[in-house]
C-alpha cells in the first residue's frame, strides 16, 4: 500500500499542502501550470536530481528499503526475500490493473 500511495498519488502534496508545508510544493505548483501532466515524482526526478532522489523515485529500490525496514522491525531477517519480492510483485499488479 505504501508503494501504490507513494507513486500512484499525490498524498503527500495534498499532506504538505494541509500542514502548510510551502517549502515541499510551492516550486512544484508552478511547474504544474506549466506541464499539466507532471508528477510530484517527476518534478522531483527533473529538477532536483541527486542519490537520495532517484532512490525514493524508483519503486524496487523503496521496496527494499521497506521491506529491510519491515525485516528489522519483526526480526524476521529470512523473510527479507519474501517480503521484498512480494511487495514489488503485488504493487506492479495492482498498478497494472490501474492503468
Do not use: N
Not at 504538505?16 to 510551492?26: A, D, G, P, T
Not at 519491515?70 to 531477517?77: G, M, N, P, Q
Amino acid at each position: 500500500m505504501i508503494l501504490l500511495i507513494w507513486f500512484r498519488g499525490e498524498t503527500f502534496i495534498e499532506y504538505c499542502r494541509l500542514f502548510r508545508l510551502h517549502r515541499f510544493y510551492k516550486d512544484y505548483d508552478a511547474k504544474k501550470k506549466e506541464d499539466a501532466r507532471l508528477t510530484y515524482l517527476g518534478y522531483l526526478r527533473q529538477y532536483h536530481d541527486c542519490f537520495f532522489i532517484r532512490l525514493i523515485t524508483c519503486p524496487i529500490c523503496v521496496s527494499v528499503w521497506l521491506a529491510i525496514g519491515l525485516a528489522i522491525l519483526t526480526a524476521h531477517f529470512f523473510c527479507f526475500p519474501i517480503i521484498m519480492i512480494g511487495g514489488i510483485l503485488l504493487y506492479a499488479l495492482i498498478d497494472r490493473l490501474l492503468g
